[in-house]
Antibody, heavy 121, light 107 residues
Framework: QVQLQESGPGLVKPSETLSLTCAVS?????????WGWIRQPPGKGLEWIGS???????YYNPSLKSRVTISVDTSKNQFSLKLSSVTAADTAVYYC??????????????WGQGTLVTVSS | SYELTQPPSVSVSPGQTASITCSGD??????ACWYQQKPGQSPVLVIY???KRPSGIPERFSGSNSGNTATLTISGTQAMDEADYYC??????????FGTGTKVTVL
């Protein structure tokens, strides 16, 4: 069974960089699939942040692209998110997920439990 | 940018059928999927590629997609189906576009 677990600080100061890691178990990232980050502000809907392939190929939401970096560490079977220059608007539950991305078929089939990140001084 | 619009809420009586719509320009030309999210939990994929059910998802969940509208249908709705539901599709501008979300209430 594929499992994903997010970890990282729950509180980040404005203008600083949010950093999260997603540890994957039950499946080797090197075997394929895309691996993504999605966020959900309190009481609001879902927003895709970006995704990475095991090779390191990335693609990002254009609205966040200038501030987002996603990287992968296949030796640790994990991938990471960095979001710079955060503001209160970046307060959200952040999820990592496994993404299917083939021939116009795009969806996330396994999700982590999510981690709340609050941006506040 | 591409947008997917859902009704904010849908109410249904136990045992009846709930239909949740997702509207977007030429959505029928794309593949849609649906997620169920219960309070405090992560989203769960219930339909992918318009009408396919992942392993473990009850048969009462079904999907269709044509024209500008994708529809998630819950037949014989149960109290446990009360949740928020999100559609999602691909667009050339952004590969994972989520709908606005629909709260399903089982009265």
């Amino acid at each position: 069974q594929v499992q994903l677990q997010e970890s990282g600080p729950g509180l980040v100061k404005p203008s600083e960089t949010l950093s999260l890691t997603c540890a994957v178990s039950g499946y080797s990232i090197s075997s394929g699939y895309y691996w993504g980050w999605i966020r959900q502000p309190p009481g609001k809907g879902l927003e895709w942040i970006g995704s990475i392939y095991h090779s390191g190929s990335t693609y990002y939401n254009p609205s966040l692209k200038s501030r987002v970096t996603i990287s992968v560490d296949t030796s640790k079977n994990q991938f990471s998110l960095k979001l710079s220059s955060v503001t209160a608007a970046d307060t959200a539950v952040y999820y990592c997920a496994r993404g299917v991305d083939t021939a116009m078929v795009y969806y996330f089939d396994y999700w982590g439990q999510g981690t709340l990140v609050t941006v506040s001084s | 940018s591409y947008e997917l619009t859902q009704p904010p809420s849908v109410s249904v009586s136990p045992g009846q059928t709930a239909s949740i719509t997702c509207s977007g320009d030429k959505l029928g030309d794309k593949y849609a999927c649906w997620y169920q999210q219960k309070p405090g939990q992560s989203p769960v994929l219930v339909i992918y590629q318009d009408s396919k059910r992942p392993s473990g998802i009850p048969e009462r969940f079904s999907g269709s997609n044509s024209g500008n509208t994708a529809t998630l249908t819950i037949s014989g709705t149960q109290a446990m189906d009360e949740a928020d539901y999100y559609c999602q599709a691909w667009d050339s501008s952004i590969p994972y576009v989520f709908g606005t979300g629909t709260k399903v209430t089982v009265l």
